[in-house]
């Protein structure tokens, strides 16, 4: 079993910063795919930020040079660093991961319970 658990979420005014975490434990052999979504009330789950194995990463639109993602492959974390919030990143950030229980296993999903960030205007 796999859990994903995030932290970092909370209350922060327009311009400020949050730092997510997110720590995978259980059985990992490898994690191909780190990501963090968001959904904002009465809209669907969106992709914020992802980064590969190789530490390709791919951003929104909206959040591109404000939002830094990275990870460390030997704790089995990732980080998002958000900086100059916005009203409308106001949204549950989730942490996924797409990954291998075993060597040569099929890759599997999972996320995580999701943590609240609320940016005041």
């Known amino acids: 079993q796999v859990q994903l658990v995030e932290s970092g979420g909370g209350l922060v005014q327009a311009g400020g910063s949050l730092r997510l975490s997110c720590a995978a434990s259980g059985s990992i052999f490898s994690i191909d795919f780190m990501g963090w979504y968001r959904q904002a009330p009465g809209a669907q789950r969106e992709l914020v930020a992802h980064i590969l194995n190789g530490d390709t990463t791919n951003y929104a639109d909206s959040v591109k040079g404000r939002f830094t993602i990275s990870r460390d492959n030997a704790r089995n974390t990732w980080n998002l660093q958000m900086n100059n919030l916005r009203y409308s990143d106001t949204a549950v950030y989730y942490c996924?991961?797409?990954?291998?229980?075993?060597?040569?296993?099929?890759?599997?999903?999972?996320w995580g319970q999701g943590t609240q960030v609320t940016v005041s205007s």
């Open positions: 996924n991961a797409v990954l291998q229980n075993l060597r040569g296993g099929p890759s599997r999903n999972y």
